[in-house]
Each structure stands twice: as C-alpha cells, then as structure tokens.
C-alpha cells in the first residue's frame, strides 16, 4: 500500500514538474533593448525607429519567433539628451538583461552609451549616422544608417557635374555636426572643392544670417548645410530671406517629410543625398532594394496610417539583422556579435549590409541616391 502511495505520489510530481518546465520554457523570451529620442527636438528620428522596431518584433513573434522563443522588446525614450541615453543603456544591461540594443537615434546620445556596450559586452546596432560611431571599429558596436563618408561623397560627386568650384559650410555644434565638418574638409580636395567659409550654429538657434552673410561675402558657388532639425530648415528660410541665389545641399540629416515641412516653400530647390526609401516608387524594377522597400513601406502605412521615413528604416533593418544573427546561438551575444560581424549581401531598407571585422557599417555608395525638393516633395536626381 505504501509503494503504491510512494508510486503515485512520484508520478504527480514528475508530471507537475514537466507541467512547470514547459511553462516556464515557453514563456521564457529573447529581450532586446531600444533607445530611441522618442521624444524631443529629434522625435522625428526616434519616434518612427520605435514604431518600426515594434512593428518587426510583432511580425517576427506571429512567425513563431526565433528558434522557437519569442522576443520582447524593452524600449527607453532618450529625448535625444546623453545622460538620460546613459541612464537607459545602465537599466537595459543591468536590470533588464537584454542581450542586445538597437539605438540610440542621434550621433551624441550612441557616443555616449558605447562604452557601457563595450564593458558588459552586449552587441548594440546604432541608428544615428556619424562616422565616429564605427570608426575606429569597436567588436561590439555596428550601425545601419549611411555614413557621413558617403554622404559627403554624394554630395561632391553631385557638385563636380555641375562644375562647382567654392563652397560654403555651415555645420550644427554637436558630434554629427562635427563628423560630418571633419568628411566635408577631407574629401573637398580630391573632387576639386574649395571651402572658401566655413561657420557653425547651435542646435537650438533661431536665425542664422550672421553666418550666412559672412558666406556670401566670400562668394562660393554653393553652400553645404550639415545638420538635423529644426537649424536646417532655419537656415533654407533664412537663405530666402537674404536672397541668395546660389544652391543649397542638406545632409542625409533632414531626409524626412518633417524638413519640408518645417522648410515650407525655402525647402524648394535643395538638393541632398537619401537613403532609396524617399523615391522608392520611382526607381527601376531591377533595382535590389526595391522589393524590401515596397513591403516595410505597406507594413508600416497599414500598422500605423502614417508616411514612413528614412529613420524608421534604420531599426528596421536593425532588428531583422539582429534576428539573423541570433538564430543558432541560444542567446549567446558573443557567438551573436560574431554573427553580425561576419553577415553579408543582406539587402535592407537602408542598402545592402556587407559586415566584417574591419567594417561594421557595411554599406556602400549605391545606398545613397541624390534628390532635389520640388513642389514639396521629392525629386530623383539621375
């Protein structure tokens, strides 16, 4: 009677216990961290960068996940200011536990936060553009957004056709101001440029004519405006104000609807260099990216009934590159670190991502097109 008692008592507890297990498997997740200027002055780079990576979370867990886990997304709203950026990285490592990060939105506020990547080890893949972000290359820091290299370089290339000779700079005071000042006065000799007047503004400043007709005075041709809004739209409303007629190129930093909006009619007639996203419906069918444009576009119309932007793309491509990689590893990050590192011809929204241990934004030249503003909208350059 006793054995039997003994017996069956074993038989329940076994089975509670395989009961527990497969719960608590099936609810064990994959965390992933986000740091995204959600909102703030550059909640027009975070807020859609959230949305998107929310939106390929969702889609990837309805596919059953990866490896059969699911992922969860913890996600920080960095205001587009380093120390709250700071303060989210320390909670997404140390209390969260993610195994890895996908931000933050700007170039200062990823600045900031590498270091605390790099001593707890957790692979981060920036949305921000500076170049200082994976030059030198650090093992655990990667970024999807075009460099300020090639986008300087689409610009000059742009310029030389038109037979421009002098140019104007005005570059915003901040870490992306400052990497893309240091691209346009390295590469400016090699297209045959000369910088006749470089100035600065404040990310916060409201009127620019001191600098701009300090530029004038010294004649160039045209005049390169390096910065994110709203100083760039300042500065094309200013530009109409005093009247000058010369061309005037933006970086990749206002490539949104939010610029021409804040621009209004002085938007008209800029020229700058944009990841394909823009003017997805007009480029040729062969055209590689076309395909993955067309479905991040209709996923993101039909989820959230707005425009997507450039910046969305960025964690788009994020997290379908994270995912990638974290297939086979069981959430190991090195063994994820090293599968990131060593991806290839992985076509996104932003361009096609060739990784490797000497380069860990992965992009080329063709991930950038040229196009000019008419009319308010936007105009492929061919």
Request: proline residues 5%; contains cysteine.
């Amino acid at each position: 009677m006793l054995h039997r008692i003994l017996k069956s008592t074993f038989i329940i507890i076994s089975l509670m216990t395989l009961v527990f297990s497969s719960h608590v498997w099936a609810e064990e997740t994959y965390k992933i961290g986000g740091l995204f200027s959600v909102t703030g002055r550059a909640s027009f780079l975070g807020d859609p960068e959230k949305k998107s990576m929310e939106m390929v979370v969702d889609m990837i867990n309805k596919n059953g996940g990866i490896d059969g886990r699911m992922l969860e997304a913890v996600i920080y709203d960095t205001e587009g200011d380093p120390t709250k950026a700071v303060m989210g990285v320390s909670k997404l490592i140390n209390k969260d536990q993610v195994i890895a990060i996908i931000g933050p939105s700007t170039t200062p506020t990823t600045l900031a936060v590498l270091p605390f990547a790099e001593k707890s080890k957790t692979p981060i893949i920036s949305c921000a553009a500076g170049n200082k972000i994976t030059t030198p290359v650090n093992p655990w820091v990667f970024k999807t957004a075009q460099s300020d290299i090639l986008a300087v370089s689409a610009i000059y290339e742009h310029m030389k056709k038109q037979n421009i000779k002098n140019i104007g700079i005005l570059t915003v005071s901040d870490a992306f101001g400052e990497s893309g000042r240091q691209q346009l006065e390295e590469q400016a000799a090699s297209f045959g440029l000369t910088i006749v007047q470089a100035d600065k503004f404040g990310g916060k400043d409201t009127d620019m004519t001191a600098q701009l007709t300090k530029i004038r005075k010294a004649e160039p041709d045209a005049i390169v405006c390096w910065g994110t809004n709203p100083g760039p739209a300042v500065i094309a409303k200013n530009i109409k104000q005093l009247d000058i007629k010369i061309p005037l190129y933006q970086s990749h930093g206002v490539a949104s609807p939010k610029f021409i909006e804040l621009a209004e009619e002085a938007a008209d007639g800029i020229y700058l260099p944009t990841g394909k996203i823009l003017v997805a419906d007009l480029l040729p069918e062969d055209d590689i990216q076309k395909p993955v444009l067309a479905e991040y576009i209709k996923q993101y119309n039909e989820k959230y009934k707005v425009p997507v932007s450039g910046f969305g793309g960025y964690a788009y491509d994020a997290v379908n590159i994270l995912a990638k990689a974290l297939k086979g590893t069981g959430g190991d990050k090195e063994k994820l670190r090293q599968n990131i590192e060593n991806m290839t011809n992985h076509t996104g929204v932003s361009g096609t991502f060739n990784f490797s241990p000497s380069e860990h934004n992965g992009l080329a030249p063709d991930a950038f097109v040229m196009v000019q503003i008419k009319n308010g909208t936007w105009e492929l350059i061919k």
